[in-house]
Structure formats: structure tokens, C-alpha cells
């Protein structure tokens, strides 16, 4: 019999991501700042949460528009 796994009910791995700011990988990094350009693609940067508190970064999620 065939072994099957339901997604749905799957938990989720950590994630990783990587932080601009130490450049390296990180668990907790979120975004902090987007860039945009004229033409083309902007970019979004990333921050981990050692990083955002020494540099005084807010998450983009928590920031006035």
C-alpha cells in the first residue's frame, strides 16, 4: 500500500532567510526596507532581530506609510 501525507495537515519547518545587514542566514529575519526603482524590479531587505535591535531597525510590517 502506497505511503501518502496529507499537506494540509503537515507541519510547517522553520523557515530561514537571510539578513542584509550580517550577511548570512537567519531565522528571524523580516523585512525592513524596500527599495524602488525607476525601471525595473525594486528590491526588498531583510533584517534579523539581533540586527534590527542594534541598529534600530522597525520591521516594514510596523512602519507609517
Known sequence: MANTT???H???GPTFGWCHWHEGPSGTAVMVRVVEQGSGPGAALY???P???QRGLTPFSEQQP
Open 6 to 8: 496529507d499537506r494540509a
Open 10 to 12: 503537515t507541519p510547517a
Open 47 to 49: 533584517a534579523c532581530a
Open 51 to 53: 540586527c534590527r535591535e
